[in-house]
Nanobody, 119 residues
Framework: QVQLVESGGGLVQPGGSLRLSCAAS????????MAWYRQAPGKERELVAA???????KFLDSVKGRFTISRDNAKNTVYLQMNSLKPEDTAVYYC?????????????WGSGTLVTVSS
């Protein structure tokens, strides 16, 4: 199993920045990608950013140019740097790890960290 723990959420004013961290532990064999999702009240959970084992990244269109996803393999940690934050970025942000072993996919989730963007 994989355990994921997020940190770094909080209250920030519009235009401000935050960096979220996701520390992973457990069995890492077969992990294909790690990602950040978010869910606002009354909305479905959506993919914000992802990074594959080869370093390829993808982003939600509305955060391109503002958010960056990165990883530190030595620390088993994934980061989400969020700049120029907007009120619509307010949500609970979740770390995700996708693992593929013997042709089967497994998804692991952190418990989430709240980001509030408000004046």
């Amino acid at each position: 199993q994989v355990q994921l723990v997020e940190s770094g959420g909080g209250l920030v004013q519009p235009g401000g920045s935050l960096r979220l961290s996701c520390a992973a532990s457990g069995s890492f064999f077969g992990i294909n990608a790690m990602a950040w999702y978010r869910q606002a009240p009354g909305k479905e959970r959506e993919l914000v950013a992802a990074i594959t084992d080869s370093g390829t990244t993808k982003f939600l269109d509305s955060v391109k140019g503002r958010f960056t996803i990165s990883r530190d393999n030595a620390k088993n940690t994934v980061y989400l740097q969020m700049n120029s934050l907007k009120p619509e970025d307010t949500a609970v942000y979740y770390c995700n790890a996708n693992k593929r072993v013997l042709g089967r996919d497994f998804d692991y989730w952190g418990s989430g960290t709240l980001v509030t963007v408000s004046s």
